[in-house]
């Protein structure tokens, strides 16, 4: 398997655009997780899907941010509009079934907006 | 609500020295599982070691060791004979129920 694959690996954009952020999880792994890194807060634990379903978004920063899961293979994070205090590296994990597993990363998608 | 807290922010210690790094973490659980991630320059987020709550045993993983303290409520990391390529940030994760929650990280720099 090719792990969690992250696109794309860099984005710049300019205040008040829309971002998509996109993830395929790995083959199997039925949690899927979506991280914010900065040098202020670390990683924060934006939203976390189990089985296609937000089962926790309650560190989604504020309405600007919403996150989709459609099916099994595909899961995007959505700024709209991006704002310059948005800027981090955005990571999606995941993990299988049945708990105690460990999360799997992506390479990140390190985001700025000017 | 769960959350975990790394109190040392950065440290430095010379090559093939032993260095602990700290963590601890609040819950009302009893049983959940702990993690320790290293992020090197990369960026690459990867799997250091994992305990599990119900194990009294500290987990081993060859120069890598946790100081596992329920009770107390405290996971630290102790790395052995450390190298240049330890250098890296380093997450404390708790996970309960498929949600797994990071601290904010320590900064570890071998100094050859």
């Known amino acids: 398997d090719a792990g969690v694959i992250q696109s794309p690996r860099h984005e710049v954009t300019e205040m008040g655009q829309e971002v998509t952020l996109r993830c395929k999880p790995i083959s199997g792994h039925n949690s899927l997780f979506w991280y914010r890194q900065t040098m202020m807060r670390g990683l924060e634990l934006l939203i976390y899907?189990?089985?296609?379903?937000?089962?926790?978004d309650s560190g989604m920063p504020e309405d600007r941010f919403s996150a989709k899961m459609p099916n099994a293979s595909f899961s995007t994070l959505k700024i709209q509009p991006s704002e310059p205090r948005d800027s981090a590296v955005y990571f999606c994990?995941?993990?299988?079934?049945?708990?105690?597993?460990?999360?799997?990363f992506g390479q990140g998608t390190r985001l700025t907006v000017v | 609500a769960q959350t975990v807290t790394q109190s040392q922010p950065e440290m430095s210690v010379q090559e093939a020295e032993t260095v602990t790094l700290s963590c601890t973490y609040d819950?009302?659980?009893?049983?959940?599982?702990l993690f320790w991630y290293k992020q090197p320059p990369s960026r690459q987020m990867i799997l250091v070691i994992r305990?599990?709550?119900?194990?009294?045993q500290n987990a081993t993983e060859n120069r890598f060791s946790v100081n596992f303290q329920k009770a107390a409520k405290s996971f630290s990391l102790k790395i052995s004979d450390s190298q240049l390529g330890d250098t890296a940030m380093y997450f404390c994760?708790?996970?309960?129920?498929?949600?797994?929650?990071f601290g904010k990280g320590t900064r570890l720099h071998i100094l050859p």
């Open positions: 819950t009302s659980e009893n049983n959940y599982y």
């Open positions: 899907f189990n089985n296609n379903v937000p089962i926790d």
């Open positions: 994990a995941s993990s299988l079934p049945g708990g105690g597993t460990e999360a799997f």
């Open positions: 994760a708790f996970m309960k129920r498929d949600k797994i929650i």
């Open positions: 305990q599990e709550a119900y194990k009294q």
